[in-house]
C-alpha cells in the first residue's frame, strides 16, 4: 500500500486469472528451460537467474512497454522521476544505494530506490 504495490494471485487452477505472470512463465520455459540441460537444481537455478537478468531483463524487448526492454523501461522510469523530483517545490529525492551483487558467472545486479526527502 505505501508502495502503491497491488498484490494480485490467482486462484488454484486458474492460469487464465494472472496472464501476465503466466506469460512471463511461459517465455522463461519456451526460451531458456526447454532449450537447455541442467546439471541439477543448484546450476538450473543460477542458469535461469542469468537468462532473466541478461536475456529477459536487458534484450527481450515488450510491447506493453513501449517496446523497450525491461532495463530500457526501468532506467527511463528513474530518468523521468529524477528529473521531476528536481523540478518539484520539494526538491531532489534521495537515492538510496541498496546493495550490489555478482554470481558465480561474473554478472553483477546493483539495486537502489528513490526515498521522500
Keep these: 500500500e505505501k508502495h502503491e504495490v497491488k498484490i494480485s494471485m490467482a486462484r488454484r ?5 494472472n496472464g501476465y505472470a503466466e506469460r512471463v512463465i511461459r517465455t522463461i520455459k519456451e526460451e531458456e528451460v526447454e532449450l537447455s540441460e541442467y546439471e541439477g537444481f543448484w546450476d538450473a537455478k543460477e542458469r535461469i537467474g542469468e537468462f532473466i537478468e541478461e536475456v529477459y531483463q536487458k534484450k527481450r524487448i515488450h510491447s506493453a ?3 523497450l526492454t525491461p532495463a530500457e523501461f526501468e532506467a527511463k522510469w528513474y530518468e523521468q522521476e529524477a528529473e ?3 523540478l518539484s517545490k520539494g526538491g531532489p529525492k534521495l537515492v538510496q ?20 526527502r
Design 84 to 86: 521531476a523530483a528536481l
Design 13 to 17: 487452477g486458474r492460469p487464465d486469472e
Design 97 to 116: 544505494f541498496l546493495g550490489s551483487t555478482t554470481r558465480a558467472s561474473g554478472t553483477s545486479k546493483t539495486s537502489w530506490a528513490l526515498s521522500g
Design 65 to 67: 512497454l513501449g517496446y
